[in-house]
């Protein structure tokens, strides 16, 4: 293949028009570029989109799942559940609250955690589970809900948020999952509560910047939550700055030493365009892994399924696995794909095979259905500025060095 016939075949750039470089540019020029009007207009169109009543807008998702765990009182103590197979940040936010991390493998051959497994972990710590729906597919909610309400005689609530949910408490770290649906919900709904991410390879995105929902069958008081999440992202301070520069309205006090982890108007300018597109790129993206499918199926490879009867993901993530290749032959593939112009990746490296994780007191001989899932698993392009010539220039190549190996 000559040089000139090669493409660059990016593996997760932003998909941004004209529309978001404009609608940023009208924020800039008002003179109010960090929390103000259009953070509060995105975070009413999150909540319309998902169909809750409150949504608060982040400067990430892990800021939002944090804060989420704060807010619901976790901490020493306390132990939270999650899965193997994720990004560190499901994880991470666990150890930052100062609660104990509870790792769970996967199902053999799934992607998702072994629910036999999760159901043995719960015990009297037990306060949360963060599940994962890894590339846009939504968990099992159903098993998930079923296991916690008979272990509820376990359950020791430890703050009054705690003990309105009177269970462990159902978090889904939705990082991927933004427009999902199962079983008629969408991603949001179903959760007690869902993080969503929208960083910049995400499928709608603000740069960095994330958003939290919760469900609206719980009986929980809205207005407070909505304000706690307020409190914790600003320092802790009653009144954030747009309502601060009202005239005559300085004062203000500090409730807490809390953190600092709003969203800006510029990251929630560009939200706003995004979602008003948000539909065809879901389309877009459907159409791809469609595409995919067809070409690749026949071939023996196994992929996440991410359209079903009864579900629908998000499609953010072409996740595969090569039946009968060893880790170094996966690797190899990565590498020789990259030769002709094709960035692909890898989701994800079990947790436990991070030093900071094996520091922790984690081992991955612990989680050999995790470690069969990673060792032959490549992750495919997949974006809405691929055209259909780009799709079929990443099967072409792929076929050609599979044959090879």
Known sequence: MTKTEIRNIQFSPPDITDAEINEVLQTLKSGW??????????????????GVDKAVCLNSATAAMELTLRILGIGPGDEVITSAYTYTASASVIEHVG???????????????????????INEKTKAIIAVDIAGKMCDYDT??????KKNKLFKPNSELQKLFNRVIVMSDAAHAFGAERKGEKC?????????????????????????????NRNLNDEWIYKQFMLYSLHGQSKDALAKMQVGAWEYDI??????????????????IQLNRYEGLLARR???IEMYDKALLPLGIQRLEHYGEYFSSSGHLYLMRIPNINEEERNNIIIKMAEVGIACNVHYKPLPMFTAYKNLGFEIKDYP?????????????????????????????????????
């Not at 570029?33 to 998902?50: C, D, Q, S």
């Not at 179903?190 to 603000?206: I, P």
């Not at 799709?391 to 599979?402: A, D, R, S, T």
């Open 33 to 50: 570029i960090t929390t103000g009007p259009k953070t509060k207009e995105l975070e009413k169109r999150i909540a319309n989109f998902v």
């Open 99 to 121: 609660a104990k991390i509870v790792l769970i493998d996967t199902a053999p051959d799934s992607f998702e955690m072994d629910y036999s497994k999760l159901a043995t972990a």
């Open 144 to 149: 998930l809900f079923e296991i916690v309400n």
């Open 188 to 216: 949001g709904k179903v959760a007690d509560f869902t993080c969503f991410s929208f960083h910049a390879v995400k499928n709608l995105t603000t740069a960095e910047g994330g958003a939290v929902v919760w469900s609206n």
């Open 255 to 272: 409730v807490y030493p809390a953190y600092k982890c709003n969203m800006t108007d510029i990251m929630g300018s560009i939200g706003l």
């Open 286 to 288: 459907r159409k791809i």
């Open 369 to 405: 259905n995790a470690y069969n899932q990673y060792i032959n698993e490549i992750t495919l392009p997949l974006h809405t500025l691929l055209n259909d010539e780009d799709i079929e220039y990443v099967v072409k190549n792929f076929k050609k060095i599979l044959n090879e190996i």
